[in-house]
């Protein structure tokens, strides 16, 4: 079942009625280009099939009554209410709070996303909010970006993540099936579509990310204080500039990588529209060893996953670690053929779970 059905029937059997209308966000995987967003740089992330729906209808008075499906639990929002919440609800009412939303509304939520898996789904959750919200009558109409912008501020002031925008970006403005080239700096955009002969695997680790708020704080903060040192952002630092640059050593690794990786991206978004598989992977596996070497991001697990892919993939393709890191989930860019293969063997030499669980992206044919 579709997150939209789920949500559908969650709503007539919490709230004994049918639901106006169903409002829905995708999650995202991201391609390339890790721990940028926030220093003004280049991601290319691609939003899911998979992501959060919203199953709504209006009512008379103030409350709002949310139901979660995937926790089968109902919170009721009065006018007065200011948190702390924990999990969804803090990002429930976060969003309503920041989008006004005074009252009248039933909504049950339901998601398709696999939990902890680093594929948004707290950024999926916010978007649908909002477009619930704004569906409903119920909050001003808002462009994508303002949407967006709207999502991210929900996280650093309601969930205490100090986030970058792709992942509210991917989720409020992408195109689904295509990759989205973003500039962070300006949030200016390409839709990139994947090649008809490639498959991304996007395969969990297994590793839940969860708890890992405070490393990506840290990471974040490292960031900054590079980029004060250096006296620009780090999207206008040269390799030479963090050489010559006063920094502390694990500072300089951290700027290292975002450098690195910025100029991977673009690459990899050239690589991505000329149809150059082996060179897009080499990227992929190069971003791999940048998080996990540098930034300090990924996890055992997840790079034994990583290496088992890359030995199988050889020049063919490549694979990495994809979004915050501490777990989450590995993708693999391959030729199309050759994906049933590359899952079986993760069901044999890495997990029978996990290989249950792969979602596989194609290249559309006719993109
Ligand atoms: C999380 C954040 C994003 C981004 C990625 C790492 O998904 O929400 O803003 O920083 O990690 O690329």
């Not at 390339?32 to 967003?37: K, L, T």
């Amino acid at each position: 079942m579709t997150a939209q059905d789920l949500a559908t029937a969650a709503f007539t059997r919490q709230f004994g009625r049918a639901a106006e209308r169903v409002s829905f966000a995708p999650g995202r995987v991201n391609l390339i280009g890790d721990h940028v967003d926030y220093c003004d740089g280049l991601v290319l992330p691609m939003p899911l099939r998979q992501g959060t729906a919203i199953a709504w209808a209006r009512m008379d008075g103030p409350q709002i009554s949310v139901y979660a499906a995937d926790y089968d639990e109902v919170h009721d929002f009065g006018p007065e209410d200011t948190g702390p919440l924990n999990g969804w609800r803090q990002y429930a009412l976060g969003m309503l709070r920041i989008l006004g939303v005074k009252g009248g509304l039933q909504m049950a939520i339901a998601g398709d996303l696999p939990r902890g898996s680093g594929l948004s789904s707290s950024a999926s959750l916010c978007i649908a909010l909002g477009r619930a919200a704004q569906s409903a009558g119920l909050a001003e109409p808002l462009t994508g970006t303002d949407l967006a912008k709207a999502a991210q501020r929900c996280e650093h002031e309601f969930a205490g993540v100090a986030c970058g925008i792709m992942d509210q970006m991917a989720s409020a403005c992408g195109d689904q099936g295509r990759a989205m080239l973003l500039d962070c700096r300006n949030l200016d955009s390409t839709n990139i579509a994947l090649p008809p002969d490639w498959t991304v695997l996007i395969i969990p680790s297994l590793v839940s990310r969860e708890l890992v708020d405070g490393e990506y704080n840290a990471r974040r903060q490292s960031c900054e204080e590079a980029a004060q040192v250096l006296g620009k952002s780090l999207r206008d630092c040269t390799p030479e500039d963090l050489a010559c640059g006063p920094l502390a050593e694990i500072t300089r690794r951290r700027a290292a990588h975002v450098v690195a990786e910025i100029a991977r991206t673009r690459d990899a978004a050239a690589a991505l529209k000329a149809k150059e598989l082996p060179v897009f992977g080499a990227l992929l596996n190069a971003s791999h060893a940048s998080l996990r070497d540098l930034f300090e991001v990924s996890h055992p697990r997840v790079d034994a996953l990583v290496r088992l892919c890359q030995d199988y993939i050889g020049a063919r393709g490549g694979a990495r670690m994809t979004g915050g890191g501490f777990g989450g989930c590995v993708i693999a860019a391959i030729p199309q053929e050759l994906g049933p293969d590359l899952a079986a063997l993760i069901g044999r030499e890495y997990a029978r779970d996990a290989e249950r669980a792969i979602i596989f992206l194609n290249g559309d044919a006719n993109g």
